[in-house]
């Protein structure tokens, strides 16, 4: 069964900072991953999906990866802005099968 | 892109009441949905998967008599939580899958957040 953590659970930055958030998933025949972003009270919004097949997508100032081989996943945001602070979950799901969430990384972006 | 709406988007009842939550594709016909639970500061657990016209499955460790779900057509999802208790209070999420096999896409909706009294 697939597993997801993410690190950090928390993390804060000053505004304009480039960073880095951390997926890993137990299962190499993941079916594909995506991240969302929650803000407080909200629900889901999707960033990113990347397919099994793909090794990157793009959005603007985000960018996500996937290795399956290491069981990784990385969201980099480009120029961190305040609006940013969020939520971001990333989400990882087989064939088949339901999205397996992991924790959250709970980001403050500080002006 | 394809909307999933929730309503109420929050409620807030008395313990011993029941509490009846809908979801809606709004422009898309959904072939799953699933509904999810999340606690403050953690993350969703699947809760149950419906299909239309037959009965949910749940995820072990969920009462399938306390949350009743109902997939009436492919665009609607009502979960019942019945007889509520405190315990109960969480954020609602629900999600619509469209497609089949490698085309398959998930939207979520917005949520609904019960507070127990």
């Known amino acids: 069964k697939q597993e997801v953590t993410q690190i950090p659970a928390a993390l804060s930055v000053p505004e304009g900072e480039n960073l880095v958030l951390n997926c890993s998933f137990t299962?190499?025949?993941?079916?594909?991953l995506q991240w969302f972003r929650q803000d407080p009270g909200k629900g889901l919004t999707s960033l990113l999906l990347?397919?099994?097949?793909?090794r990157e997508q793009t959005s603007g100032r985000l960018n996500a990866s996937l290795d399956k081989s290491s069981g990784r996943s990385t969201l980099y945001i480009a120029a961190s802005q305040p609006g940013d602070s969020a939520t971001y979950l990333c989400?990882?799901?087989?064939?088949?099968?339901?999205?397996?969430f992991g924790p959250g990384t709970r980001l403050s972006v500080l002006p | 892109g394809a909307v999933v709406s929730q309503h109420p988007s929050w409620v807030i009842c008395k313990s011993g009441t029941s509490v009846k939550i809908e979801c809606r594709s709004l422009?898309?016909?959904?072939?799953?949905m699933f509904w999810y639970r999340q606690f403050p500061k953690q993350s969703l657990m699947l809760m149950a998967t419906?299909?239309?016209?037959?009965?949910?499955?749940?995820e072990q460790g969920v009462e399938k008599d306390k949350f009743l779900i109902n997939h009436a057509s492919l665009t609607l999802s009502t979960l019942t939580v019945t007889s509520a208790h405190p315990e109960d209070s969480s954020f609602y999420i629900c999600?619509?899958?469209?497609?089949?096999?490698?085309?398959?896409?998930?939207?979520f909706g917005p949520g609904t957040r019960l507070t127990v009294l």
């Open positions: 999600s619509a899958r469209v497609g089949r096999g490698g085309t398959d896409t998930q939207y």
């Open positions: 299962d190499s025949a993941i079916y594909n």
């Open positions: 990347i397919q099994s097949s793909q």
């Open positions: 989400a990882g799901r087989n064939y088949g099968q339901n999205f397996v």
């Open positions: 422009d898309f016909q959904a072939t799953t």
């Open positions: 419906s299909n239309e016209g037959s009965k949910a499955t749940y």
